[in-house]
């Protein structure tokens, strides 16, 4: 059964602070190996490689081929019905045309005191994209973690996938073929991070790397940070909607076990308004389980992390929203947009009755790599800026300098800098 | 004396290669230590950072004052002088109005298919800024890490910074005051940032925790990234000062050595096309340092991390600076657009002969907080974004979700997932 809570009752504000701190990312200590496998993989390079993928997908690389080639990726797309290539290319389109808009405008300017100042972006010249093998390999989340690449500029994009017996999604590849990727090695783990990382003979090293994995892989990202660009700490998937009772319980039921059914450690929760209704949709999703071939996870899920918030009002809703921060947020109501007014933290708002969540994971356009465990408090979706730089530049003349340089000497000065000084010291003569 | 390499030179390529990949970050071993105090100031709170301090700082928090009061800002900002008050004062203006232009737009439209996208930016709630006491305690870094969260809107600054002995460089509590700064924690070190992210009965936690400190603190940081947003993992300054024969050789050399005189660690970098002009600025280098009171670290930093890299014009230059993508770029050419045109990474870029670099540490407007290491590749000085986060959000009616709902449903069932599939037919039915 799922956490049930009612802001009437007395124990409301300690029962919700024990919702908003439960960890349920994995505690698993799983530093100490990452950390190992880094260092491996650095100094033995594709050997180290070789050997963690005899050792944990259970192929020989060196027979099976290190790399997926593009008539691998071809034959696949060929392989797929029109209906599913139809549906990747239209999200593909529309992903496209949501992330053009995020590119970042130049700034060049001069002021009022002489001094020509801007900012340039550019992208990174490679980026590496994980993507996972068994249950959680997903076309949908290849596309969301290319195509911002691509939209940025990036000029070489390398995949790692892992191959578990050697064999791949086929609709992954159908996928990497609509996004044009060349390059697709079949490594995976926390090895094929620390590859992307540092490089090895085959593989050459990138600049940035994004994409979802199990606890090694986000781990190795984690202890890669500084070394190269990752785009996120992930944890698991979550989602909150905020319903009133004009809502069918049973769409509310299913966009509560979208999450669910994602992993044991997902975790789904609805505030509303009404007993009836929250008695209602909780009866939906108990009826809804058993039909889904998904159903162990949903179950699982729904019953150690899903809860029931019972709410006097959504102005009372809303604060406690944002203490959740939630990766996915949907408001279910009449006038979603002045719910919507009063969010400060969430990954992404999906507006009124009509706008599942999952309509989003796939189709919609917008970014389904999402801050979750409450960093949406201060991080963003994956973006075209994931994969960009910004290089500030200014411009003094023999004017500009004297109009601005003596503070600068004042200030380098007091800081106990005397070249500092000097440097700007020295063109005030 | 200064590595010397010459492009003509048949080992060049292999000398150059090592000069890039040479690491200056400290090897030292500090993150089981960092690891320790995390966990024991999440444990034990303000008891623990009153037992550190007393410890590391040599003051018992509970004497000397948790936290500096705002009489005591005020007091310094009226002990220093004019000249220095008025500095400080215009570097602030400066770097505010450089700042107010990194604001971001938000998007809101609907597109041809009927579905409303969008894109909300916010501010974090709180901040954490940690300033170093000691040798690097710099009212400038104060400035350029708190204009850009107030830019924000960030409603909550909270600043931490050790006094040893108990002792407060003054000159950074005026800066503190000009900034506005109201909260400031007398704690230094891996434990303020635990105090900070994890918060303490005292100290509040924040969302974003920037700022220099020392191989503790970084590790702190990196640590506790994903508990909190932090700017970024920094590592030794460095410059790369471009110059023809053209150049005054005295001021090239007083560039030099405003990088060489912050750290032991530090790294400068002349290329330059003239043998004789780079003969001219070793001289003057040679010659300045003994007048410098940093000429301690400046010979040191100078002597084992320094470098001349003659090439045969600067066509050939611009792709070795790019490899080493460097924090500082000087541009001290007659056309330094020419050559800015080539650069791919670097963190600022200071263009002609009347541009020191050290009039971008204090007033020019550009952040000073910069990529180091060679990660100008993927990463950005300090902005204003560091301090937001952008909230997706979308609205489909009935037509839109016709339009497109189809389409996630049969990628839903091709990745497995048949609860995300059902939140969107239902909603066709």
Redesign the interface.
Known sequence: MPLRLDSRDADFPAAFTALVDARREADEDVSRDVSAILKRVRAEGDAALADYTARFDRHDLNVSGWAVTPAECRAALEG?SG??R???E??AA?IT??HE??KPQD?DGV?S?G???G?RW?A??AAGLYVPGGRAA???SLLMNVIPARVAGVSRIAMVTPTPDGEINP?VLAAAQIAGIEEIWRVGGAQAVAALAYGTDRIRPV??ITGPGNAWVAEAK?QL??V??ID??AGPSEIVVVADAKN?P??IA??L??Q???DPTSQSILFTDDTAFADAVAAAVER?IP????HAV?ATSWAANGAIVLVRDFDEAMPLVDRLAPEHLELAVDD?EAL?AQ??????????R??????????????HV??TGR???????L?V?DFM??????????S??HA?????V???R???????????A??LQ
């Not at 599942?356 to 356009?365: N, Q, T």
């Open positions: 797929i209906d599913l139809d549906a990747l239209l999200a529309r045309a949501y808009k995020q700034s002021d005191a001094v020509r100042l900012a550019s990174v010249d997903y076309p949908s609709l600049d940035v984690r940070y500084g190269v660009g996120m700490v069918d049973e769409w299913a966009d076990l979208s669910s059914e994602h809804q039909r889904l071939s998904t949903a979603p919507f969010v400060r933290h969430a990954g992404s708002v999906f507006l009124g009509m706008t599942p969540e999952a309509v989003g994971d796939y189709v919609a356009g917008p970014n999402l801050p960093r949406a408090r201060f991080s963003s979706g973006s800026l730089k910004r290089t500030s530049f200014l411009s003094l003349d023999q500009a300098i601005i340089g003596p503070a600068a004042a200030l380098a007091a800081e106990g800098l005397p070249a500092h000084a000097a440097s700007v020295l063109r």
